[in-house]
């Protein structure tokens, strides 16, 4: 399946593609398109759209102060164990403009060795994300000292 979403990838439009490559569809092709022409890439390619809060009719999109990240989790129904905690890490990340350079730096270090995006979010960060999954997974001690 083609998934769609808005160029210049930042936390969330680097952890949804892990999320859907990890636990929605592993196959996922990753599209990353100019905002305004969202919906008519998302019609041409037969993709699904997400992480577009400008574009109300993207389903898949941030809902009242929780991000696309956690709208994925929800319409999916996800509940693999952790996913509600690291999605609280994302959210805080990505939410109202509060970034954390930790979280992005190593995607963006990543778009001086790449032209692109979809490489840039999925095939370097992939493996980032899924070791600091499997790290989260097994011990979650480290997250009382951030809540």
Not at 103 to 125: D, H, I, K
Request: aromatic residues 10%.
């Amino acid at each position: 399946m083609k998934w769609v979403t808005r160029k210049n990838i930042k936390v969330d439009r680097v952890a949804c593609p892990w999320l859907i490559r990890r636990f929605v569809d592993p196959e996922a092709e990753f599209l990353f398109v100019d905002e305004g022409q969202l919906l008519n890439a998302a019609q041409a390619e037969k993709a699904i759209p997400f992480d577009a809060p400008k574009i109300p009719e993207v389903k898949l999109n941030h809902r009242g102060n929780q991000c696309s990240f956690e709208a994925i989790i929800s319409d999916y129904n996800l509940t693999a164990p952790g996913l509600a905690r690291l999605a609280l890490i994302v959210r805080a990340a990505d939410i109202n403009g509060q970034e954390s350079r930790r979280l992005t730096r190593r995607p963006m270090t990543y778009s001086r060795r790449s032209n692109s995006e979809a490489e840039r979010a999925t095939q370097f960060t992939i493996p980032h994300r899924n070791a600091f999954w499997s790290r989260f997974t097994r011990s979650t001690s480290w997250l009382r000292s951030i809540r």
